[in-house]
């Protein structure tokens, strides 16, 4: 499965908002990806030496096999 997420990233690097644009998955994955990602910590976007808000698109693939 594939999902695409955007995230809004504070000044400080930390993620303000996740947004789902797009899951192939359920919902119930959809909320523990949404999670995690929310407790990333990134590198602040800078503008003109000060650091600023910005947004990231981070893509998940799932792949997996029934044994």
């Given at each position: 499965?594939?999902?695409?997420f955007s995230?809004?990233?504070?000044e400080q690097g930390e993620v303000?908002?996740?947004?789902?644009?797009?899951?192939?998955?359920?919902p119930e994955f959809v909320a523990v990806v949404q999670e995690a990602l929310a407790q990333m910590r990134l590198q602040p976007?800078?503008?003109g030496g000060k650091y600023v808000k910005s947004r990231a698109r981070i893509e998940v693939n799932f792949?997996?096999?029934v044994h």
């Open positions: 499965g594939r999902m695409l995230l809004l990233v504070s303000d908002a996740v947004l789902n644009e797009y899951s192939s998955l359920g976007a800078m503008h792949s997996y096999s």
